[in-house]
């Protein structure tokens, strides 16, 4: 095969996969966007299987809606335009409830309570958020994390914040020395560097957040989705997904496993 029947192929082959992956997409009850590379929450094992808490989560409210679904790979803060838009249904990826998000957005009831931390090398003299003073630290963007740093720039004088699209490539660069430190969910960091003894958490945010479902206002099937999640919590599917993917046991006090209202 010559070069240019080789790049003429090639060019078929690539608008054939983009094609089927659009099919599937579309051929799906719901389209799921989510931030893959975000452990434990959603990310691909080593056969490129999507898995993790809210894989789990959803596939399982799914299920019990009748529904199918197709999982879509977008970057954190091209969840919400792909949302409001409609191109897709739901969005997933540890996604914090704020009052903010919900002047445009819905969410269903809570399944996660959360805080922000500070997470640095082990070796650092870095061990308090005051100690960001002429730091550079890390964000992953248009998170909670981004948010928190932007306001408290001037108050911990930080001198620059550098964002990111997931928290492996910010650990990857917190441990090149390119950031001093990295703000990001707490779960997410605990997770990450349990095997990783060059990495500690310097400091716990309190930030009260709470993680959930995400669509549009007038997405159809909210309803359904929210009265599911109701039935999961009090069979324990919740709690045993929690226990599946952090170890531990949530608290009775836990949105996973408290029904709650819906978030207005």
């Not at 080593?46 to 809606?65: C, H, L, Q, T, Y």
């Not at 903010?100 to 061990?127: C, G, M, N």
């Not at 919740?238 to 170890?247: D, E, L, Q, Y």
Request: net charge positive; hydrophobic share 40%; proline share 5%.
């Amino acid at each position: 095969m010559n070069r240019m029947k080789l790049k003429t192929f090639v060019s078929r082959l690539a608008l054939t996969l983009a094609a089927a992956t659009t099919l599937s997409a579309n051929a799906a009850d719901w389209t799921v966007g989510a931030n893959i590379g975000n452990v434990p929450w959603e990310f691909q094992d080593a056969s490129g299987k999507f898995i993790g808490f809210e894989i789990d989560m959803v596939n399982e409210v799914a299920k019990r809606a009748g529904k199918t679904v197709a999982i879509e790979n977008i970057p954190f803060n091209g969840l919400f335009p792909a949302v409001q838009s409609g191109r897709i249904q739901m969005a997933i990826s540890s996604i914090t409830i704020t009052p903010k998000r919900l002047e445009s957005l819905a969410f269903a009831q809570p399944y996660y309570d959360s805080d922000q931390s500070l997470s640095v090398l082990k070796a650092t003299k870095i061990d308090k958020l005051e100690d960001l003073a002429g730091k550079t630290v890390g964000v992953d963007t248009a998170s909670t994390g981004d948010i928190y740093a932007t306001e408290n720039t001037a108050k911990l004088k930080i001198a620059k914040i550098t964002r990111y699209e997931g928290l492996a490539p910010a650990m990857l660069d917190l441990a090149a020395g390119r950031i001093d430190g990295y703000i990001s969910d707490i779960p997410a960091v605990e997770y990450y560097i349990k095997d990783k003894p060059q990495y500690r958490i310097a400091a716990r945010i309190p930030t009260n957040e709470r993680y959930s479902f995400m669509f549009a206002k007038t997405f159809p099937d909210a309803a359904k989705v929210n009265d599911i999640l109701t039935t999961l919590k009090k069979e324990g599917f919740v709690s045993a997904t929690h226990k599946k993917w952090f170890g531990t046991v949530p608290p009775d006090t836990s949105s996973s496993v408290k029904v709650m209202d819906v978030p207005k």
